[in-house]
T-cell receptor, first 113, second 116 residues
Framework: QQPVQSPQAVILREGEDAVINCSSS?????VHWYRQKHGEAPVFLMI?????EQKGHEKISASFNEKKQQSSLYLTASQLSYSGTYFC??????????????FGQGTILTVHP | GAGVSQSPRYKVTKRGQDVALRCDPI?????LYWYRQALGQGPEFLTY????????KSGLPNDRFSAERPEGSISTLTIQRTEQRDSAMYRC??????????????FGEGSRLTVL
């Protein structure tokens, strides 16, 4: 039931764009994106709700495709500060637990000057 | 403090000993979560509380693990008779309220447990 993230790692130069995907085999209610820098705690980026619109956070945006049970995170004109590991966390529809987020294995993003 | 506070930050213990990990959430946050994170992996859900009520403990690996939040604020995760496989980063998170599902989680810096 763990979501699958792709790619596992991506290397960029400053200013380049990247897309990180998160897929689930079960029906999703919401997708949550976090970024974690080395040695630090995960930091919240955004939540996408079922039936919701594409959300944005500066030059980072995301979409939620309900039919495909997939979310994509778009990083535009990447900056050095974008480097880190990106995790998607999914909350399953119809679940009995209202607090359980199941995280993917992460995508390591490295931005070089 | 302004953020989620966890203690101890590092704990080294011998196999068979009990350990208690403490979490002090952001003031006013209703929900509190415990996650475990292995190196290079995403956080793994253990349990969560809404106020003092433990709503879901399905992620606790076995009965050596327990958690409490008696007054709806500070929480303690206890691991009895520790084993080497328990070694990991244990992270606490809190959120302001509960929507239809978890909201924005604020993670603490974690407690790194090493069992020798």
């Amino acid at each position: 039931q763990q979501p699958v993230q792709s790619p596992q790692a991506v290397i960029l130069r400053e200013g380049e764009d990247a897309v990180i995907n998160c897929s689930s085999s079960k029906a999703l209610y919401s997708v949550h994106w976090y970024r974690q820098k080395h040695g630090e705690a995960p930091v919240f980026l955004m939540i996408l709700l079922k039936g919701g619109e594409q959300k944005g956070h500066e030059k980072i945006s995301a979409s939620f495709n309900e039919k495909k049970q997939q979310s994509s995170l778009y990083l535009t004109a990447s900056q050095l500060s974008y480097s880190g590991t990106y995790f998607c966390g999914i909350y399953f529809a119809g679940g009995t637990s209202y607090g359980k987020l199941t995280f993917g294995q992460g995508t390591i993003l490295t931005v070089h000057p | 403090g302004a953020g989620v506070s966890q203690s101890p930050r590092y704990k080294v213990t011998k196999r068979g000993q009990d350990v208690a990990l403490r979490c002090d959430p952001i003031s006013g946050h209703v929900s509190l979560y415990w996650y475990r994170q292995a190196l290079g992996q995403g956080p793994e859900f253990l349990t969560y509380f809404n106020y003092e009520a433990q709503q879901d403990k399905s992620g606790l690996p076995n009965d050596r693990f327990s958690a409490e939040r008696p007054e709806g604020s500070i929480s303690t995760l206890t691991i009895q008779r520790t084993e080497q496989r328990d070694s990991a980063m244990y992270r606490c998170a809190s959120s302001l309220d509960r929507l239809a599902g978890p909201g924005e989680l604020f993670f603490g810096e974690g407690s790194r447990l090493t069992v020798l």
